[in-house]
Nanobody
Framework: QVQLVESGGGLVQAGGSLTLSCVGTGDSFGKYQLAWWRQAPGKEREFVARIGWDAGRPLYEDSVKDRFTISRDNTRSTGYMQMTNLEPGDTAVYYC???????????????WGQGTQVTVSL
């Protein structure tokens, strides 16, 4: 099974950018579909984006489409999410999620990272 560790979160002003990383260890990274979810205080965990095993099939939640880009480099066992034009509403803990099977909108994968905080100020 894969272990996931996220990094790259931080504090940024509205309109700024951040790139999150998700490093997988313990298994062949290319076996897993990846998704990013986020959870704001007092809210349910929300799907953000998903990418397939070979970097195909990207899928985005509507509010981040055209601002966020999900990608992966299986040679580095790392997934990424580039976030641009950040808004205060993007403030949340962001989680990397993986599964050999389907993962994404409405479907949780079995493996989770610990999360990384993203805070967007006005």
């Amino acid at each position: 099974q894969v272990q996931l560790v996220e990094s790259g979160g931080g504090l940024v002003q509205a309109g700024g950018s951040l790139t999150l990383s998700c490093v997988g260890t313990g298994d062949s990274f290319g076996k897993y579909q990846l998704a990013w979810w986020r959870q704001a205080p007092g809210k349910e965990r929300e799907f953000v984006a998903r990418i397939g095993w070979d970097a195909g099939r990207p899928l985005y939640e509507d509010s981040v489409k055209d601002r966020f880009t999900i990608s992966r480099d299986n040679t580095r066992s790392t997934g990424y999410m580039q976030m641009t034009n950040l808004e205060p509403g993007d403030t949340a803990v962001y989680y990397c999620n993986a599964d050999e099977g389907e993962v994404g909108r409405g479907v949780y994968g079995r493996y989770w990272g610990q999360g990384t905080q993203v805070t967007v100020s006005l």
